[in-house]
């Protein structure tokens, strides 16, 4: 199949893109011209079980045929079962965490319902969320304004009120913002991944967790790119050992199809009141049958342990080549920190050479492989990352600035 796809009938909110994929089969994408690429970025963590996979697409046809939407008027059998999966993931895989979980369309989706649940919680006149600079929560008004990132801000200005940033992993900071009579929840990422895979020091989400208990505010987590495996654990926070009151989740929950999900504690979740949220699609049958499939395919394999022994593997491979400064994240998701600012010219050497990975600041290059990706799939990665990096690395600026935790786990 080869040929120029028409895209003017499309908004142009993305660049125009190098290239367009017709289809996927694991690692594996192919473009209009038939060209094979190793997929090392997921669709953005999405694709956790690589394209295609035979167990999803199969539920999804399943109840594509059978039942695909009823509207939340009424119930359906596939919804509950996920939230229970859910639940028990949350609490470590074993056993029930005793939350509850809103099912949305997207992450952007459910960090609104943590916002609006935080509200609710904390009841009138204390309505602020307090998230970090470089945080990335979504792009509706809401999360766009928790989004640490100013930059993204002024065109949408003025923003909905009660949003308040401290710097990444600075408990002083959080400290000092965190008045209880005016502040509802303390909104983070575990891992900063839109920010250049940007790991904490050892100690903050503990801290954070404390401050929390200590003042009566929620601790609300998004794990939307950390979560379901990707860090070596199900959720990126049970590395800390802590509990957060809110978990928010979404790309690889459906493994490519549209599901999000917002986790409370139940005493949390109890805030809410029948009409006090709602989604016309989420938690719908179709979408829910995907999740369960790719839950189930993640317990099967154990997809957290596959993560840390493949991060491990793509770690020591990363650390050998030239250019390589240093390794941020945990598991499959890496931060590649460079000596120089290419980073993009970097990923287009590696697109050119069948490699799909991203630059999410200019010297850092993001990876992100399917949790299923093989031993001979990363070793291929790394010797096309080795070369693009060669083809780059000669004529690049220098980096102005040292990376920030290249050594973080």
């Given at each position: 199949?080869?040929?120029?796809v028409d895209?003017?009938?499309l908004?142009?909110?993305?660049?125009?893109?190098?290239?367009t994929?017709?289809?996927?089969a694991?690692s594996y994408?192919?473009?209009?011209?038939?060209r094979?690429?190793?997929?090392?970025l997921?669709g953005?963590?999405?694709?956790?079980?690589?394209h295609?996979?035979?167990?999803?697409a199969?539920?999804?046809?399943e109840?594509?045929?059978?039942?695909?939407h009823?509207?939340?008027?009424f119930?359906?059998?596939v919804?509950?079962?996920?939230a229970?999966t859910?639940?028990?993931?949350?609490?470590g895989g074993?056993?029930?965490?005793g939350g509850q979980?809103?099912?949305?369309?997207?992450g952007?989706?459910?960090n609104e319902?943590?916002l609006?649940l935080a509200?609710k919680w904390a009841?009138?006149?204390?309505?602020v969320?307090v998230?970090?600079?470089?945080?990335?929560?979504?792009?509706t008004?809401?999360t766009?304004?928790?989004?640490g990132?100013?930059e993204?801000?002024g065109?949408?200005?003025?923003l909905p009120?009660?949003?308040e940033h401290?710097?990444y992993d600075d408990?002083?900071?959080l400290?000092e913002?965190?008045?209880p009579t005016?502040?509802?929840?303390?909104?983070?990422?575990?891992?900063?991944?839109?920010?250049?895979?940007?790991?904490?020091s050892s100690?903050?989400?503990?801290?954070?967790r404390?401050?929390?208990?200590?003042?009566g505010?929620?601790?609300?987590?998004d794990?939307?790119?950390?979560?379901?495996?990707?860090?070596?654990?199900?959720?990126?926070?049970?590395?800390a050992?802590i509990?957060?009151?809110?978990?928010?989740?979404a790309?690889?929950?459906?493994?490519?199809?549209?599901?999000?999900?917002?986790?409370?504690?139940s005493?949390?979740?109890?805030?809410?009141?029948?009409?006090?949220?709602?989604?016309?699609?989420?938690?719908?049958p179709l979408?829910?049958a995907?999740?369960?499939?790719?839950?189930?395919?993640?317990?099967a394999e154990?997809?957290?342990?596959?993560a840390?022994?493949?991060?491990?593997?793509?770690?020591?491979?990363?650390?050998?080549?030239?250019?390589v400064?240093?390794?941020?994240?945990a598991?499959l998701?890496l931060?590649v920190?460079?000596?120089?600012?290419?980073a993009?010219?970097?990923?287009?050497a590696?697109?050119a050479?069948?490699l799909?990975v991203?630059?999410?600041?200019?010297?850092?290059i993001?990876?992100?492989?399917s949790?299923?990706v093989?031993d001979?799939?990363l070793?291929?990665?790394l010797?096309?990352?080795s070369?693009?990096?060669?083809?780059v690395?000669a004529?690049?600026?220098?980096s102005a600035t040292a990376p920030?935790?290249?050594?973080?786990s």
């Open positions: 199949m080869s040929g120029v895209r003017s009938a908004m142009h909110t993305y660049a125009e893109p190098p290239v994929f017709v289809r996927g694991g994408l192919w473009d209009t011209d038939g094979r690429y190793l997929d090392f997921s953005l963590a999405v694709t956790a079980l690589g295609a996979h035979r167990a999803v199969e539920a999804v046809a109840q594509a045929r059978t039942l695909v009823v509207s939340n008027l119930g359906n059998v919804g509950p079962e996920v229970a859910l639940d028990r993931l949350v609490g074993e056993s029930r965490a979980v809103f099912f949305t369309n997207s952007a989706e459910a319902c943590a609006k509200r009841g009138p006149g204390r309505h969320v998230s970090t600079w470089g945080a990335f929560h979504g792009r008004l809401a766009l304004h928790a989004t990132q100013a993204k801000h065109p949408f200005a003025p009120e009660g949003f401290v710097e408990l002083a900071a400290d913002l965190c008045d005016r502040v509802a929840a303390v909104l983070v990422e575990p891992i900063q991944g839109e920010s250049g895979v940007i790991a904490p100690d903050y989400l503990g801290g954070v404390e401050l929390c208990t200590e003042r505010i929620l601790l609300m987590v794990e939307i790119q950390t979560g379901l495996g990707r860090t070596g654990r199900w959720f990126a926070f049970q590395h050992g509990e957060p009151d809110v978990v928010t989740m790309k690889a929950l459906g493994n490519g199809v549209p599901i999000g999900a917002c986790w409370a504690r005493e949390v979740a109890a805030a809410f009141s029948p009409g006090d949220h709602g989604s016309t699609f989420g938690g719908q979408a829910a995907a999740a369960r499939a790719t839950l189930a395919v993640m317990e154990d997809v957290p342990a596959r840390g022994r493949a991060g491990a593997r793509l770690r020591a491979g990363l650390e050998g080549l030239d250019g400064t240093g390794i941020r994240g598991g998701l931060g920190a460079l000596d120089h600012e290419g993009k010219d970097v990923v287009a590696a697109l050479r069948g799909v991203n630059a999410p600041r200019p010297d850092t993001r990876l992100a492989p949790l299923l093989s001979e799939e070793e291929e990665g010797a096309i990352l070369a693009a990096l060669a083809d690395g004529t690049a600026p220098r920030r935790s290249a050594t973080a």
